[in-house]
């Protein structure tokens, strides 16, 4: 029923939409509401605002798995530390994010293995 509404949504915040099966680490909540339709009670919505943060994808999954589910969740804990400004300024001008991570050096090219937030990655570009 959503699908339905999306665009009305996204206009109206100005945010994408993602369904909460791409929800990944553990995003902080800013605020949740409940929409009813006013002709049809049974027509709901709950709508969850997250704040935005990076998005990691399966070449990332792919590339870094060898190095074990803890490795990966500490490296989308650092580059969830960036502030997101810093971050679409890092994919710009260096193409993503190096870093050395217990003798393991992290290349993370931007577009391949993480967009900045939800609205980078929906861009059509």
């Known amino acids: 029923m959503i ?3 999306t665009d009305k949504m996204v206009a109206q915040t100005r945010m994408p939409v993602l369904n909460l099966k791409e929800l990944q680490g553990t995003p902080v909540l800013i605020g949740e509401t409940e929409f009813v339709h006013p002709d049809d009670e049974a027509d709901q919505v709950n709508l969850k605002i997250y ?24 490296v989308r804990s650092y580059v969830s530390q960036f502030d997101r400004k810093i971050l679409a300024e890092k994919a710009v001008k260096e193409g993503g ?13 931007h577009k391949v293995h993480f967009f900045v937030d939800a609205r980078d990655m929906m861009a059509k570009n």
């Open 97 to 109: 994010v190096s870093f050395s991570l217990n003798d393991v050096k992290v290349d993370l090219k």
């Open 3 to 5: 699908s339905k509404y």
């Open 51 to 74: 704040l935005a943060a990076p998005k990691f994808t399966a070449k990332f999954e792919t590339d870094f798995e060898k190095h074990g589910a803890n490795f990966m969740k500490d």
